[in-house]
């Protein structure tokens, strides 16, 4: 079983999913979300959700903080903290991961050990595992 996330580190990444929500990109939606990612060695890799007039090219804040480490070499994953709301200050809702962004958890993530961390505020939030918000998954096992 792999050890609890203690709270300061829930709360530091919260905090700098916070942060990169304040840098998404939402003229069309107006919607904001940022996620903080935590690798195995500690690092920190935050990500925002980028728009575009085609509206397909959009990307979701969790698959930009997984490319952002990815692409850096990071692949080994220990928790993600996501915070979504519309625009503005407060966060009125816990702003649960898509469908696409789960699979691209699973290709990276163990389910059981991969906590995802959905936030209101840096007191108000839920802790779940990939497993729980992806049961019965396609993943990399299939194929090998
Ligand atoms: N969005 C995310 O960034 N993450 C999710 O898991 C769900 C949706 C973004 C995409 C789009 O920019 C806006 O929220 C509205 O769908």
Do not use: W
Not at 1 to 20: F, K, W, Y
Not at 22 to 37: D, E, F, K, M, N
Request: charged share 25%.
């Amino acid at each position: 079983m792999v050890e609890e996330l203690d709270q300061n580190t829930v709360r530091t990444l919260i905090a700098e999913a916070a942060e990169a929500r304040r840098r998404a990109y939402t003229p069309y939606s107006h919607y904001q979300v940022g996620a903080a990612l935590l690798g195995k060695d500690g690092r920190i890799v935050t990500g925002c959700n980028i728009e575009n007039a085609a509206y397909t090219p959009t990307i979701c804040a969790e698959r930009t903080a997984f490319f952002k480490a990815v692409s850096e070499g990071i692949r080994e994953f220990r928790a993600i903290a996501v915070v979504g709301s519309p625009a503005g200050e407060t966060l009125t809702q816990y702003a649960y991961p898509c469908g696409v962004c789960r699979q691209v958890m699973a290709e990276f993530c163990s389910l059981d050990d991969f906590e995802i961390i959905v936030a209101r505020s840096e007191e108000d939030y839920r802790v779940m595992t990939l497993r729980a918000l992806l049961p019965e998954c396609f993943g990399p096992d299939n194929l090998g």
